[in-house]
């Protein structure tokens, strides 16, 4: 019988002791890394949930505050036209019935419209351009009272002077009556010319919801979102109500378009974050998602007639969390929709504003560092294992122990004593362990030197990242199109002198201005000339102003220009010479009485009589409507 191989046997014994070994360890490292996989999934859960929830807080607040100018201006509108109004309707100006069948005509089914002439456009007997205007009574209503008469005609002279400044930002300027008729400043629409002649107007929800019956405290109301049947589009409106001596007169109004909200509500997201807004009462304002065609003649989409599930949800969410109670934004939880509620308030009209956050997010975001710190932990453990199973291969005790001297050094960062031979390592041996050993210091000095390149590559890393938020910053300050200041960095200036003004740090004047006739402009020559008028208007004031001024493009053809440290006498001499430069551009505008491109603008200067900034800014605003009253082409100081 042949003797088996005693030293053979004794060879592969500490093969199978280092598969036991490893064995076990593998299995405890498994169940280490994965417990460490699991702590770091619920911290970084924690971690994410606290930053979104902050992020969503503070989106929402900057959305409430920009939102809400556009219906503080809407308001702020319509009071001026009641002013404007009642100046005539108390005035002696009179109108006759012939006079009044001058504007007006009836048509084959007995309705009572405004003639088409003032839509298309006309020159009234002062030489004034009227366009866009028009007027619908039903063939219902008689209007032989000469009352009625003289309120249709005194609506359409202030319609005709100040409908053109308005429907940049809205839709459009309407008067309704409390008899069924309604008047328009309306440019994209002839809606006097196109309602239906019985329509009854009185009866809507819209325009019923301001007469006295239904509403006897007289309040300014936005209505829900509906469906205007003559236009055909969705919109929203808010209405004025105009009494005297205890008399419903008219009720000035401003629609705005449902694509207007929405535009600004969808975003590019693909995580599932949307916004959408809702009346206190539980009528939906605007969604991103499209009304269903059933629901176009419904009139207002009220909480039992939406037919959007998590909307129902959230607004009895809202209901019970908030109470009608939203002046700081609120954050609530919807369990049913597993995601965050974010709730503010838009000023005005006093909708809730909600962003909503899917939490699945926020695990999705826990989910991927948690499998990172995973594969990472196995990647490492392997690797050590590895190391380990080699060296124990060769059962060398004091080369181990001097070797986990130097993995221990190397494990603190000391890659440096590793490498210089400040630790001992069997370097002499010609064998594996030597290798090991040998490669054990070049492996050290490898990574000392690869840290030290890291270290100047982070730092140079890191300057670059910094200059480049630097000049994503600017960007982000910047107009796409005209390539000076937006109205981002406007803002953000305009706040900072106003504090500097009120502190006696200085004192600055604000001008603003826009282009004269533009519309008519972008309509004879096309809206990529009017980017081109646009983007030489902008290079012109740049190049005008000093060195401490600055100029933003305000928003469509307007424009704003903040002179620092500079008095009115300066400042109107600097504009004067902004008006000598453009028009020296000689830009020909065939829909101008000018011949040319001209701009109109207002210049106010700090006083400590204004309070806020808005008042600054509505004040500037209002010079400029008094340019473009007093013929355009001119600054007003």
């Given amino acids: 019988m042949k003797t088996p191989d005693v030293s053979s046997k004794k060879r592969n014994k500490p093969t199978t002791l280092i598969k036991s070994i490893l064995i076990r360890i593998i299995l405890m490292s498994v169940c280490i890394v994965t417990l460490i996989t699991f702590i770091s999934y619920f911290n970084v859960y924690h971690k994410q949930t606290a930053k979104n929830l902050e992020d969503l807080q503070r989106y929402v607040s900057e959305r409430v505050r920009t939102d809400s100018e556009i219906f503080k201006l809407a308001e702020d509108n319509l009071k001026v036209f009641e002013k404007e109004f009642l100046k005539l309707y108390h005035s002696d100006v009179k109108v006759s019935d012939a006079e009044f069948w001058s504007y007006y005509f009836t048509d084959d089914k007995k309705a009572t419209r405004m003639q088409r002439k003032y839509f298309d456009g006309i020159f009234d007997n002062e030489q004034n351009y009227i366009y866009g205007i028009s007027s619908f009574i039903g063939n219902n209503q008689s209007v032989a009272d000469p009352d009625f008469q003289r309120r249709l005609i005194l609506t359409y002279k202030v319609l005709a002077k100040l409908g053109p400044a308005w429907v940049n930002r809205f839709a459009n300027v309407h008067v309704a009556y409390p008899e069924n008729a309604i008047t328009l400043f309306y440019p994209e629409e002839p809606w006097g010319l196109k309602a239906r002649a019985d329509l009854p107007m009185n009866e809507l929800g819209v325009i019923k919801a301001v007469n006295t019956k239904n509403n006897p405290e007289r309040k300014s109301i936005w209505s829900g979102l509906y469906y205007d049947e003559t236009v055909e589009k969705w919109m929203i409106t808010y209405m ?122 926020i695990r999705s975001a826990a989910h991927n560092v948690a499998l990172e710190v995973f594969i990472s932990g196995m990647l490492i453990l392997f690797t050590i294992l590895l190391i380990v199973y080699i060296v124990m291969g060769r059962q060398a005790e004091k080369p181990l122990k001097r070797l986990s001297l130097a993995a221990e050094a190397i494990g603190k960062g000391q890659y440096k004593e590793v490498a210089e031979s400040e630790i001992l390592l069997p370097v002499e041996l010609n064998n594996e362990i030597g290798l090991l050993s040998r490669r054990f210091v070049e492996m050290a000095a490898n990574i000392q030197d690869s840290k030290e390149n890291l270290e100047r590559i982070v730092e140079e890393r890191t300057r670059a990242l910094e200059q480049a938020n630097s000049d994503l910053m600017e960007m982000s300050l910047l107009d796409g199109l005209s390539g000076i200041h937006n109205r981002r960095s406007f803002d953000r200036s305009i706040s900072r002198v106003f504090a500097d003004a009120r502190q006696s740090m200085g004192t600055f004047c604000l001008m603003m201005a826009d282009i004269d006739f533009f519309k008519k402009y972008n309509d004879c020559y096309g809206h990529a000339e009017g980017d081109k008028v646009i983007r030489a208007i902008a290079e012109t004031l740049k190049a005008s102003i000093r060195e401490e001024d600055r100029v933003f493009r305000y928003g469509g053809e307007e424009f704003a220009v903040i002179f620092s440290h500079a008095d009115s006498s300066t400042a109107n001499a600097i504009a004067r010479r902004i008006m000598k430069a453009i028009q020296d551009l000689n830009i020909a505008h065939c829909e101008s009485p000018y011949g040319f491109i001209t701009i109109s603008g207002g210049i106010v200067e700090f006083s400590s009589t204004y309070s806020n900034l808005e008042e600054i800014i509505k004040a500037a605003d209002q010079k400029l409507y008094a340019a473009k009253d007093e013929g355009r082409n001119l600054i007003k100081p």
């Fill in 240 to 361: 004025d109500p105009v009494d005297d001596g205890g008399r419903h007169l008219i009720t000035p109004g401003h629609d705005l378009y449902l694509s207007d909200l929405v535009d600004r509500l969808v975003e590019d997201n693909n995580d599932g974050t949307y916004n959408f807004i809702i009346r206190k009462d539980g009528y939906l304002v605007a969604h991103p998602s499209d009304p269903t065609d059933d629901q176009k003649w419904v009139g207002q989409l009220s909480l039992d007639e939406i037919k959007i599930p998590s909307v129902i949800e959230a607004y009895k969410l809202i209901q019970e969390e908030i109470n009608g109670d939203a002046q700081e934004v609120r954050i609530i939880r919807n369990k049913a929709h597993d995601s965050y509620l974010a709730v503010g308030q838009i000023e005005g009209p006093n909708w809730y504003f909600i962003r909503v956050f899917p939490m699945k997010n």
